[in-house]
């Protein structure tokens, strides 16, 4: 069983920085990606950044140059700079992985993490 744990969510001003972080902790074999996706309600979840098991990263249009993802062993980290209203949504940590040897990688989603930017 996997746990995917985020923490550092909250209420910013616009123009603030908010810090992320989210734990994988139990049956992992490997970790092909983490990242973060965001959703606010009526929209589909969307992608905020990714990072793969050897760095490399991918932002969303929206996010990049203001966010930063980066990643220590089992851990997922989100650095957001210059929040602006539009940024406010829940947002969810993912990890791309496999369990053992022989499974297939699996999505798994954290709880999920309120980031309000107030204008």
């Known amino acids: 069983q996997v746990q995917l744990v985020e923490s550092g969510g909250g209420l910013v001003q616009a123009g603030g920085s908010l810090r992320l972080s989210c734990a994988a902790s139990?049956?992992?074999?490997?970790?092909?990606?983490m990242g973060w996706f965001r959703q606010t309600p009526g929209k589909q979840r969307e992608l905020v950044a990714t990072?793969?098991?050897?760095?490399n990263t991918n932002y969303a249009t929206s996010t990049k140059g203001r966010f930063t993802i980066s990643r220590a062993k089992n851990t997922v980290s989100l650095q957001m700079n210059s929040l602006q209203p539009e940024d406010t949504a829940v947002y969810y940590c993912?990890?791309?992985?496999?369990?053992?040897?022989?499974?297939?990688?699996?999505?798994?989603w954290g709880q999920g993490t309120q980031v309000t930017v107030s204008s």
């Open positions: 993912n990890a791309n992985l496999r369990e053992a040897w022989y499974t297939q990688s699996v999505d798994h």
């Open positions: 139990g049956t992992i074999f490997s970790i092909n990606a």
């Open positions: 990072i793969t098991y050897n760095g």
